[in-house]
Structures are given as structure tokens and as C-alpha cells.
């Protein structure tokens, strides 16, 4: 699911695209020296299944405007493959696609025509054989099937039957991921950063699945951005004002965050999160810590090791019960027990069935072993639909513990709500049952008196 580029690329793809002159080319770049050539750029979005590239835009140039395009006006042939990369290594991809793109709507505007598509497919990662997504090597063809009316900036008709020629040079831009700059440490872990400018005292760490570790050592820097919300949701405008802005850091394991103790990475970890806080001017009360299956594993062994880095922790499906299995320590009960002499705040959140990692092992064990003794209440959350799924949220009175956990259907899925045919109409997707910090990208969670998770979270840090 993801494009060979890193997001400064990203940012200098987006400069060029707005330079005079980028709409129509000379026509010796045409393979037909009889028609106009024109330059497309893929714009992506980071949907709660991956980055994928949902628009082709097409500039005319500022003297020219296009009228009379609809979704059958052009075929866009999309191939996303790793292939390359993967070569002699032995491992395989299961992501990689060769389709015609849907186009499900058209947008003009001015010089500009925007080729809308299906945002259910045309991933920029591909999941490889090695448990790892990978930036895939995309390549998008535009062929043009049918004349459309080409006009002047006035609307003064030039061409009623018009044909031309599209050209991809297959960057992508995303407003998302640009916001982050790559941060590559030698010896260390590497990370992703979003700066919310001076003055700001508040940071949020995030630590990804296990699929968003590096491949091979390649150094990629950029799966765990691009796999799911999991990094671009806390620069997101709804969160930022919930935090009253805060720096934004997303690590990216060297290989699995199973290897947290075996190759040091949670001093790693906590030294490079202690030199943002020095750089950056952070307030050490004032971190927040979020982690996803093995990223949960992490969190919670980052919770034990250094038990006074964070204000409070989101914690989605922790992958606590094959920990050992894949080059970890699950922890003892005695280990988590630990955890309750820090005051960091805690909100755990899962599926109430897990396929992948046991609810009742994993985030129910946790909640247990830190509530031990104490009263917890419990509230039923009902939605509709196209909503999420139903939950349950159990809690202390002393708003330190909290475990949201989501109901699955008979298929043991997850319903989330989603627009991927750009229709404006939100309509219901299944995923798996694993995939609950989808909830709390979307910041779902919440208790009786409809307090939300990234709001709780924020207000052990917001003055």
C-alpha cells in the first residue's frame, strides 16, 4: 500500500505540480505529434485501511478549461507491485494489483479536473510474505476513451470533440503525510514528525502494528504512516484542537516491537522521546502514548520500563498473549501489577472477540489486574447504523482505568462506517475483528456521560 517516495518527495511532488506551465506540454512528448499532451498527478488519502490513491487531477494549463467529462471518459489502468524489491530475497506479495481504476465521480474546477475514484482499492502498500507492508512501485495509465469540449478560460468553445494525451509520472501527493518529516536515527529508531509549531508543550508518541515495522532494513521510515490512520489522525485538525495542538512522533520498529527487550528498544525508545522533549521544548507531563496490537505489546512494556514517561495511554488490542511466541515476554501479572504504582491514566480498547490476539488475555487481563480490588462500573453504548459497532465501557470511579470493548458479528467482523464512493452517504464496511484502534483513530470510545477517549486522554495534559 504505499509509493516509493518519502513525504519531503512528497512535498516537492506537490511544488512541481503547481508550476506555470505543468498543464499542457508540447506535442513532440506525445506519441501522437497531432495531439496535446497533459500532465496527471495521483493525489492519495490514508483511509482506516491504508494509503491508497483516490485522485487523478488533471491540469489544462490557466488559459484553458474542459467541459463534457464524466466517470466513462477515461480509463485509469493502475499496477502496484513490489516485485522488484522482493527480488532474491524469497519472499512473496499478496498486495500487489494490475486493475482499471473505478471512477465513481468527476469535479471541475477552473483549469482543474479531478477523476475521482473508488477509495476501496489502489493501495500504495502491498502486505508482503514477510508480515511487513511495503512501498509499492506504482504506475497509473490514462487513457482517454471518448472526446470531451475543450475550452478557453472564458468558455469560449476551442474544441467540441476534443482528444488529447494523459501522462502519469506516478508521485503522489498527500496533504496528510506531508505534514510529517522523516526523522532517520542511526543505531536507534527511526520516526516520523509532525511539528505543531513554537511554543507547543504537549507530544503524542504512537507506536504501530506489527506490520508496519521495516522490511529487510530497508529503512522505509514510512509504513507506519501509510498502513492505517495510526500516525496522520493526531495531526488532524479534530485532534490538534482537542490537544490544543501538540508534536505529533510515530516510531517505526527496526524489525517487530516483539524485540523490545532483546535489542534495547524500549531505553531506544525513551532516550529519543526524551530528546524531542528536550529539542521541542515539550513539558514531560504533558506525553501521551497510543500503540496498536504489537504496538500495544510495546506501550505496555514501555508502561513497565519506564513507568513516569506518560500522562495517560490508548491502548488498542495488545498483543500480550503471543508475545512469547514471536520473540517477546509476555508479561507476568506481577509485571502489570507494576504498572499500577505510576500515575499514568489508562484506556484499553478491543474487539470483545479477537481473532488474532485473546480479548480475554490481552486488553480484559490487563484491565483486571489494574482494577484489582477496586469498584468498576459498566455502560452499554448502542449505535446505528452506518455506525460502529455497539461497545461496552467499563471503568473506575477514579477515572484512572477505562476498557471499551466492541461488538463483533456472527462473521466475527467489526462494522465501521465509511464513504469510499465519494456520494457524501456513509455506508457500512466489515473488518476484522483485530482491527479495534480503528475506534480510536476515529476517537469512538467513550463512557456513559459521553466522554471520549482522545478528549480523556487529552485532558491529563491540556492546562
Known sequence: MKRNVVPMMLACAMAVSMLPGFGRIHAEAASDSAQDTYRCQLHAKVTDAGEVVNEVVINFGEDKKAANIDVDTFTIHAVGTVKDFLAGTGL???????????????????????????????????????????????????????????????????????????????????????????????????????????????????????????????????????????????????????????????????????????????????????????????????????????????????????PNMFAAAMINCPALDVASARGGETPTDEELASIKASNTAIWLVQGATDSVVATDQCSRRLFNILTDGQQVSESRIKQELPQNSDMTTYETADNKYKLSLYDTTEEGKLRFAEDYDWDGVMTEVQYSNHWSWIYTLKNDPRTANGTHIVNWAAGFVVD
Open 92 to 306: 512473496e506479495s499478496s498486495g500487489d494489483y494490475d486493475i482499471d481504476r473505478k471512477v465513481v465521480a468527476v469535479e471541475t474546477a477552473g483549469q482543474w479536473v479531478s477523476l475521482r475514484m473508488d477509495q476501496s482499492e489502489g493501495a500504495t502498500l502491498a502486505y508482503t510474505s514477510g508480515s511487513r507492508n511495503y512501498p509499492a512501485t506504482l504506475t497509473y495509465t490514462i487513457t482517454q476513451n471518448k472526446p470531451f469540449t475543450l475550452t478557453a478560460a472564458d468558455g469560449t468553445v476551442l474544441n467540441e470533440e476534443y482528444m488529447a494525451v494523459f501522462i502519469c509520472d506516478n508521485s503522489v501527493v498527500n496533504p496528510e503525510t506531508a505534514k510529517f518529516e522523516s526523522v532517520k536515527v542511526p543505531g536507534g529508531i527511526n520516526y516520523q514528525f509532525y511539528n505543531a509549531g513554537e511554543g507547543v508543550d504537549k507530544l503524542v508518541v504512537w507506536f504501530h502494528g506489527n506490520g508496519e515495522g521495516d522490511l529487510l532494513s530497508s529503512g522505509n521510515n514510512v509504513a507506519q504512516m501509510l498502513a492505517n490512520r495510526g500516525t496522520v489522525a493526531w495531526a488532524s485538525d479534530e485532534f490538534q484542537e482537542i490537544f490544543g495542538k501538540a508534536h505529533v512522533m510515530a516510531f517505526q520498529a527496526p524489525d517487530t516491537w516483539y524485540y523490545a527487550q532483546r535489542d534495547g528498544l524500549l531505553d531506544k525508545a525513551a532516550n529519543e522521546i526524551n530528546e524531542v522533549i528536550q529539542k521541542y521544548g515539550v513539558n514531560p507531563q504533558k506525553v501521551v502514548v497510543s500503540g496498536c496490537s504489537a504496538g500495544g505489546y510495546m506501550t505496555t512494556r514501555m508502561l513497565i520500563a519506564h
